[in-house]
């Protein structure tokens, strides 16, 4: 007989600057995720707004603010935009692979690259190498590290352009955190394009959502969330979606295969 599940014990961090919105005080309640049951907890607590960072579940308590709303895809139900079809297209070729949750040089070395570009002075630009391990291999639940690749060549793998650090759960894929390549060169829309192939990935194994973390209305950060339909809200009487108005129904288009290696995130 197992041992009964134990109710865990919260507690709130000091008072912080709100990176998101300027003015604001962020404040977060969380909890530890250990022991057997770290898996059920984490995925009871992301279903009211929890996120996860190593063996922590948080969540926004701010004194004076609701800004923060958790958002998740419903995936069976998206129907890519045309300029989502057209990132789509263009980033079919990449090479996806659902590795176990093990840190590479490379992988650090594209983050670096990734935050200097698009959040220099931000919390995480004075991240090195431990920290980033940390990050990626501190997790009791069961978690991946997404790489996108160019094509291979020679049996050789190709240019890392893109990673996500994701959690597979029993209703959907949570993207923890992704990053990818910027600058001159880059391939245009990964970001979108990593978020569109979880998307496909979950549809494709009848998990219904793919959870994006927070949206902030109002933040130009966070404003790219709002572009995946139908997305859900999460508020005090539970998920809704938030379609401001109901759309015409769209053909369903016909995706590209992305090709892969190894085993996808769903199935690994």
């Not at 022991?35 to 922590?56: K, P, T, W, Y």
């Not at 690749?149 to 994701?166: F, T």
């Not at 009487?237 to 995706?255: F, K, T, V």
Request: charged residues 25%.
């Amino acid at each position: 007989m197992s041992a009964p599940f134990r109710f865990p014990k919260f507690f709130v961090t000091n008072p912080s600057p709100c990176p998101y919105l300027p003015g604001k005080i962020e404040r977060k309640v969380f909890t530890e995720l250990n022991g057997r049951h770290s898996g059920e907890l984490n995925e009871a607590l992301g279903r009211i707004g929890f996120r996860r960072s190593q063996s922590v579940a948080y969540r926004p308590s701010c004194i004076d603010c609701t800004a923060c709303v958790s958002v998740r895809v419903i995936a069976g139900e998206f129907l890519p935009s045309a300029t989502q079809r057209k990132i789509i297209r263009r980033n079919s070729d990449l090479e996806v692979t659902a590795c176990k949750p093990w840190t590479t040089e490379e992988q650090y070395e594209l983050l670096g690259r990734y935050l200097s570009a698009r959040h220099p002075g931000g919390g995480m630009a004075e991240m090195d190498e431990s920290d980033f391990a940390d990050m990626v291999e501190q997790t009791p639940v069961r978690t991946y590290m997404v790489e996108y690749r160019e094509p291979s060549l020679d049996g050789r793998p190709g240019k890392l352009v893109g990673a996500c650090l994701s959690d597979q759960q029993s209703d959907g894929l949570s993207m923890i955190y992704s990053f990818y390549d910027i600058g001159p060169g880059a391939r245009k829309g990964l970001g979108t394009f990593i978020i569109l192939d979880h998307i496909i990935r979950a549809a494709r194994a009848s998990l219904p959502f793919v959870y994006l973390g927070y949206w902030v209305e109002g933040s130009q950060r966070m404003a790219y969330k709002a572009s995946f339909r139908p997305l859900e809200r999460l508020g005090r009487d539970g998920w809704r979606r938030m379609d401001d108005q109901l759309e015409a129904p769209r053909e369903r288009p016909q995706i590209p295969a992305i090709a892969e290696r190894r085993r996808l995130l769903v199935d690994a």
